[in-house]
């Protein structure tokens, strides 16, 4: 009886085995099928864009960093062409620049970048988008806001209603430049406004070189007002009214793909655990079927 009961157990573990097999190898077979197809890489571009403080996290890398990452493996990966899914209202200028320097590298190897904006891309989010080849999004989209934003607070009269009265030792005059102990000087307020003109010129520049509007054309457009998409496309701050999908066919375009391809994103660690319960998930199912 209980060799039966052994043997019957043997058994089922060969015919699990073999269920499982064959689910392996027809995935096996298609992952082969698709890699003979054209690729093209979708990067998501989510959230405040921003240089993390830590480049190593127990995930990987983050912000402005993992999609640095992601944008040097596709280049590497030898695809066709890059969509970056945008859906940012912004961040801070560094970040934005470590992005589109590695967008240009893509466009200098002829790859062609494609925008796709969701529910917002703003500020920063824009930045990105207008160096891609395309813009494609949403009626509804909102965009531009094509400006630089810099703010302070002063408690000074509040701290001195409390009984508070701070004493600050510094090395230099304008150490303390911003503290929410005082107000701005008003030499302090012109340093700060050059700072800000400064990096709203080289949003300025980027944009018109990016969208080919020259800087004149431009200026009316750029005062940090936002547009819908529909209004971004009769401005000519983006290009085509369309979703996820249309901007895969506008890269298929073009890069010159005809047919089907290969659409390679490149998830981070967390992402890559949580897909393997999907992917169990999907041989349970088939595994139900076949038994």
Avoid: H, W
Wanted: hydrophobic share 40%; glycine share 8%; net charge positive.
């Amino acid at each position: 009886m209980n060799r039966e009961r052994v043997l019957s157990y043997v058994l089922i573990f060969l015919l699990l085995f073999c269920a499982v097999s064959s689910v392996y190898l027809i995935r096996s077979k298609e992952r082969g099928a698709r890699i003979a197809k054209p690729k093209i890489g979708v990067v998501n571009i989510y959230g405040t864009i921003s240089v993390p403080s830590r480049t190593t996290y127990i995930f990987g890398l983050r912000g402005s960093d993992r999609v640095v990452q992601q944008l040097r493996d596709l280049r590497r990966m030898n695809v066709r062409a890059v969509v970056l899914r945008i859906n940012s209202p912004g961040g801070t200028l560094g970040a934005c620049q470590e992005i589109v320097e590695e967008i240009k590298k893509l466009k200098e190897e002829k790859i062609p970048v494609v925008a796709s904006c969701g529910d917002i891309a703003a500020s920063g989010g824009y930045y990105i988008a207008s160096v891609c080849d395309k813009i494609v999004l949403n009626p509804g989209t909102i965009t531009g806001s094509i400006g630089v934003l810099m703010g302070t607070s002063n408690f000074e009269e509040l701290l001195k209603k409390i009984g508070i009265e701070p004493e600050v030792i510094k090395s230099g005059k304008y150490k303390d430049m911003g503290s929410i102990y005082r107000a701005l000087s008003d030499e302090e307020r012109k340093l700060l406004q050059e700072l800000v003109d400064e990096t709203y010129n080289q949003f300025l520049k980027t944009v018109s070189e990016g969208r080919k509007i020259p800087v004149e054309e431009l200026l009316p457009l750029a005062q940090g007002q936002i547009f819908t998409g529909e209004q971004a496309i009769k401005y000519k701050l983006a290009d085509k009214i369309g979703n996820l999908n249309t901007s895969l066919e506008v890269a298929k375009k073009l890069a010159g793909i005809k047919g089907e391809v290969q659409i390679i994103e490149n998830p981070m660690p967390l992402e890559r655990f949580l897909g393997i319960f999907y992917d169990g998930a999907e041989v349970l199912a088939k595994l139900s079927e076949i038994l």
